[in-house]
């Protein structure tokens, strides 16, 4: 694997923008979803897929998705613009 093209995040990174939820909603379809644990004081634990019953998100949980994952993309467009040169 080439280093220079991959750089590893945190689990918080990815959730604070706004992309677990993304994921989760697109893997719902299929009944499945990704599950992150963290302690008490916020550190991460674990992440594990599952099953699941549910499809989708309530209202309130898409809108603050949008919103973050808007506020990810606004906030990194030149970068990603630059990855695909």
Known sequence: MNKNMIEKRSWKEFQDAGMVWWINRI???????????FDEDG???SA???????????EESETKGFKKLTKFLSKNVS?????CD
Request: hydrophobic residues 50%.
């Open 27 to 37: 893997i719902h379809l299929m009944g499945w979803a990704i599950v992150l644990e």
């Open 43 to 45: 550190k991460y634990v």
């Open 48 to 58: 594990y897929p599952v099953r699941c019953k549910f499809r989708g998100f309530a």
């Open 79 to 83: 970068d990603l613009l630059k990855d």
